[in-house]
């Protein structure tokens, strides 16, 4: 599944919308009881606006077996971010909130499960319900996980806390960049492009990208890096090259 999954995403960045369908019906056929296989098709036909194919796509993955590396959340999840990515927030937002009622990962307290409910609160611009589980989970260990940090982080930019967020970038600062390939640096740009510092947000990419993160589909559906995507340095940043 791997190869359709990657060629797909292929020519999704590329815009080759037409192409990544193709890759995700031959996904389909060749691994018909799999829900992961639905997703290049899932991603294509988000990103084309086809609201109805979305739909009906989903409710065959959800006649096909359990599937132990995708979730009915996270196809949910996946068809918001592209929708969301591609002009269409109502319809994001109507995934978002099925996703809500999904069976999260892991069981009541487990760290997976708020870290998961913070960010679709988040993506559906409740903030201060956002925080909540995050504040819980950052006041439960000594050491949480980057994403809790930078998505908190983001947060506190994001509700006039700059001070708080400057705290938490150097939280992630701190934490050593082996085997986290970029993960803690990517939430610093993040929190730069929300105080509104593009420079340094872009700087922190490139140092994330040399420490190991991988250029993927996020690059292109990241809520927070919106306000860089007119920015020419990170345009230039994120060009597919030929």
């Known amino acids: 599944?791997?190869?359709?999954?990657?060629?797909?995403?292929?020519?999704?960045?590329?815009?080759?919308?037409?192409?990544?369908?193709?890759?995700?019906?031959?996904?389909?056929?060749?691994?018909?009881?799999?829900?992961?296989?639905?997703?290049?098709?899932?991603?294509?036909?988000?990103?084309?606006?086809?609201?109805?194919?979305?739909?009906?796509?989903?409710?065959?993955?959800?006649?096909?077996?359990?599937?132990?590396?995708?979730?009915?959340?996270?196809?949910?999840?996946?068809?918001?971010?592209?929708?969301?990515?591609?002009?269409?927030?109502?319809?994001?937002?109507?995934?978002?909130?099925?996703?809500?009622?999904?069976?999260?990962p892991g069981g009541p307290g487990d760290p997976a499960a708020a870290l998961l409910r913070a960010a679709t609160l988040y993506a559906l611009q409740r903030l201060d319900q956002a925080s909540h589980p995050l504040d819980s989970l950052l006041g439960s260990t000594a050491s949480p996980p980057p994403d809790a940090l930078g998505l908190r982080g983001v947060l506190a930019a994001r509700q006039n806390e700059p001070a708080r967020a400057r705290v938490l970038a150097r939280r992630l600062a701190a934490?050593?960049?082996?085997?986290?390939?970029?993960?803690?640096?990517?939430?610093?740009?993040?929190?730069?492009?929300?105080?509104?510092?593009?420079?340094?947000?872009?700087?922190?990419?490139?140092?994330?990208?040399?420490?190991g993160r991988e250029y993927d589909l996020w690059l292109h559906r990241d809520h927070d890096l919106a306000p860089l995507r007119d920015y020419p340095p990170y345009m230039e940043l994120i060009r597919p090259k030929q």
């Open 1 to 104: 599944m791997s190869y359709w999954d990657l060629l797909g995403a292929i020519h999704h960045l590329r815009g080759e919308h037409e192409a990544e369908l193709e890759a995700g019906r031959e996904a389909q056929t060749a691994n018909p009881t799999r829900k992961l296989a639905v997703l290049p098709s899932l991603r294509g036909f988000a990103a084309l606006g086809r609201l109805a194919d979305v739909d009906s796509l989903l409710a065959a993955a959800n006649r096909l077996p359990r599937d132990a590396a995708v979730s009915e959340g996270d196809l949910l999840r996946e068809a918001a971010q592209e929708l969301e990515a591609h002009g269409h927030p109502d319809a994001a937002a109507r995934y978002w909130e099925r996703s809500l009622l999904s069976s999260p």
């Open 175 to 211: 934490i050593p960049p082996r085997y986290n390939f970029g993960v803690p640096t990517v939430w610093r740009a993040r929190i730069a492009a929300a105080l509104g510092q593009r420079d340094s947000a872009v700087t922190l990419l490139r140092q994330a990208f040399a420490e």
